[in-house]
């Protein structure tokens, strides 16, 4: 499926299940998933020349700071009500502060999780090293 979509990136979610001989939720759910999301985002960067990314990440910051200029003058114009709203919710996802992003994580320290399983293991070992 990641290369599917890979090469047709419009490619739906129903013609993906149909290719596949999935049902269209099965499919939806494989392509949600976050490890299907992991390895084609893993896929697409290896196909994309670095160079040109930067190029394209560069303009498109460029296009970005162009823009709100432009909306900070509009806005400070005697903006329409319908304006100002949008550029208020804009601003609010932009700051990921809509509350829609999941928070962080804490990251389990798995070496010292190894060392205590190792521990409950076998606790003589233990005690014998330290005597050492």
């Known amino acids: 499926m990641v290369d599917a ?18 049902s269209r939720e099965h499919a939806g759910q494989v392509v949600a998933s976050d490890i299907f999301q992991s390895e084609l985002a893993s896929r697409r960067s290896a196909l ?9 990440n560069s303009r498109l910051n460029q296009v970005l700071l162009n823009s709100l200029d432009v909306l900070l003058e509009k806005l400070g114009n005697n903006p329409t009500d319908q304006l100002a709203l949008r550029a208020v919710v804009l601003s609010i996802k932009a700051l990921g502060m809509d509350g829609l992003q999941k928070p962080l994580e804490a990251v389990p320290d798995r070496l010292q999780i190894l060392a205590d399983r ?15």
Request: charged fraction near 20%; glycine fraction near 2%.
């Open 48 to 56: 994309v020349d670095p160079v040109v990314a930067a190029m394209v």
């Open 5 to 22: 979509l890979l090469a047709e990136p419009t490619i739906s979610i129903k013609e993906l299940a149909d290719r596949f001989g999935y």
């Open 118 to 132: 190792l521990v409950a293991l076998n606790p003589l070992l233990v005690c014998d090293a330290q005597r050492a």
